[in-house]
């Protein structure tokens, strides 16, 4: 793995083992939510299976607000208004 500067966390700021496992974390959950929603159970039999399209959540709030700017600062993550953050398609 090549280290660059993007990767280098600030002075003080969170290590680069805690940047992925809060990424690893947060496409998890984000994951789980997609899932969730989509999920059958809740839902009228007749509306079908439709997407519900989620494409932000809120961070999991296991790790500092630090870690998040830090994320988006590094282009992993982007802002979706409200407290929400995305994954950046690469």
């Given at each position: 793995m090549s280290s660059s500067d993007s990767a280098t966390p600030s002075a003080g700021g969170p290590s680069p083992e805690e940047l992925k496992l809060a990424l690893k974390a947060f496409k998890k959950r984000l994951k789980?939510?997609?899932l969730d929603a989509?999920?059958?159970v809740g839902k009228s039999p007749l509306t079908g299976g439709a997407n519900w399209?989620?494409?932000?959540i809120m961070?999991?709030?296991q790790y500092p607000q630090a870690?998040?700017?830090?994320?988006v600062k590094?282009?992993?993550l982007k802002?979706?208004?409200h407290g929400l953050l995305s994954v950046v398609e690469q």
């Open positions: 789980l939510t997609r989509e999920s059958k399209g989620i494409t932000a961070p999991p709030n870690v998040w700017d830090e994320l590094q282009g992993k802002p979706a208004g």
